[in-house]
């Protein structure tokens, strides 16, 4: 059954949702992944949704050829109306570059948004990067159509815990703009209890808060025997294999795989390290393994997500690292379910809520983040239990995430929240 609006005396009509979030497929990640299967899922329930986003330019940095030469550009993605934007794009990364990426779609981007924003009963506008945030409060307010903002990821904490942030001055101003845009949205969604009470301290009614955490679909993500997406998977099965793929960011620490790596190929030769991603720190990993001479590990590109699956599928064990940050310590990524949902054990450089999960599941083993010593032992005590038992943890890791992070629960969930919202603003468009 659809979920719809109307007013006394007017037929009911679709719930119109606008999206705002600067990656959507076809590029990778865990942003990208959750937006567009919510968008399918509401979708198929009779809302009408209108993403509005970038143009595709990762994994290279470049604009995808397709989408070169334009401001704007519309398209169909599954049935749903994706409006794009310009950005600039460079293969080149640096927090100048970034900044300058992220401004230019909240610029391009906002345009197009306030432009069909009076068609809209209800605007999500997703973060990270933090500017949609900015661009949809401003066009909220302008335009009067009701906000929710998506927190997956606090990127001022993020920023000052990394040392971006040393000016007394400019921190005190992003916090302050932060608590700013937290207090004049009408709700706000994040992903983790972690999030939700560093929320709280930054001064949020706990009513104004919904958790719908990241999730994996079942039916996409399972024990499968389809072809691996890398030669490196394919070859010399005789080798255990640990596997990584998602981003290459400073949040996930990659430099402890690689050392990690390092102290395996003197203890454990028949170990493989497989990675596969792009990110900010790829070419710092590239290089990191190049002046170790570590040899029994290999980096690739990202793989398109269709193709995801058959990449878990290919390990005996896959990786979920994170950076020892305050700010990261109860982030549950996505890579996480889908490992699991895949019956794969997980080696996980984790705290909080994931740490839980495995642990609670018994579906793999859990390490200090930031411990490159620790996380080779662990991959040397993976290799040392029996195929029978990893196995074991495989099944009941994919029972665990279909019992508490079903996507399309989450999905179901967020639309009973954005039906709420729109219902319960004093805004309708002339149609109604």
């Not at 400019?170 to 932060?178: K, Q, S, T």
């Not at 109860?330 to 895949?342: D, Q």
């Not at 032992?377 to 943890?393: D, K, L, P, V």
Request: with cysteine; charged share 25%.
């Amino acid at each position: 059954m659809g979920t719809s609006l109307s007013a006394a005396g007017k037929a009911a009509r679709p719930l119109r949702v606008g999206y705002l979030v600067q990656q959507f497929p076809p590029e990778v990640g865990a942003g990208a992944a959750r937006v567009g299967e919510m968008a399918e899922r509401w979708q198929d329930k009779g809302t009408t949704v209108t993403i509005f986003t970038g143009m595709p330019n990762r994994p290279e940095g470049r604009i995808h050829q397709a989408y070169r030469g334009r401001l704007f550009f519309k398209e169909e993605w599954h049935g749903i109306t994706v409006r794009r934007s310009w950005l600039y794009a460079s293969p080149k990364h640096g927090m100048g570059r970034t900044l300058l990426n992220n401004l230019s779609f909240m610029t391009t981007s906002g345009f197009d948004v306030a432009r069909y924003a009076g068609r809209l009963d209800v605007l999500i506008a997703s973060s990270p990067p933090f500017f949609p945030h900015i661009s949809g409060t401003l066009i909220a307010a302008t335009r009067r159509v009701p906000l929710i903002l998506e927190v997956r990821d606090l990127w001022p904490d993020y920023l000052a815990e990394m040392g971006h942030l040393s000016n007394a001055s400019a921190r005190r101003m992003l916090f302050g703009l932060e608590r700013k845009l937290l207090h004049r949205a009408e709700h706000v969604v994040t992903v983790t209890e972690a999030l939700k009470r560093r929320l709280l301290e930054k001064g949020l009614p706990a009513e104004k808060i919904t958790i719908i955490p990241n999730g994996v679909d079942p039916s996409l993500y399972y024990k499968s025997a389809e072809p691996a997406p890398l030669p490196d998977l394919r070859s010399d099965r005789s080798k255990f294999t640990v596997g990584y793929l998602g981003n290459f960011g400073a949040g996930q620490a990659l430099e402890v795989v690689v050392r990690a790596a390092e102290l395996l190929q003197r203890q454990k030769p028949q170990v493989r390290v497989v990675m596969a991603g792009d990110g900010t720190e790829g070419q710092t990993i590239h290089r990191l393994a190049a002046s170790l001479g570590v040899n029994n590990l290999t980096i690739h590109p990202p793989v398109a997500k269709d193709r995801t699956r058959a990449f878990y599928n290919a390990c005996d064990v896959c990786l979920v690292p994170l950076a020892p940050l305050k700010s990261l310590a109860g982030a549950l990524p996505t890579k996480l379910f889908e490992s699991l949902a895949c019956e794969r054990p997980v080696i996980a450089s984790v705290e909080g809520e994931s740490a839980a999960l495995i642990e609670g599941a018994k579906a793999g083993m859990v390490v200090p983040p930031g411990d490159a010593p620790a996380l080779a032992s662990a991959i040397q005590g993976m290799q040392a239990i029996s195929e029978t038992e990893r196995a074991e943890m495989g099944r009941r890791g994919r029972e665990a995430v279909i019992a508490r992070f079903s996507r399309a629960a989450g999905a179901d969930r967020f639309l009973e929240l954005l039906t709420r919202v729109a219902r319960q603003s004093p805004r309708r468009s002339a149609d109604d």
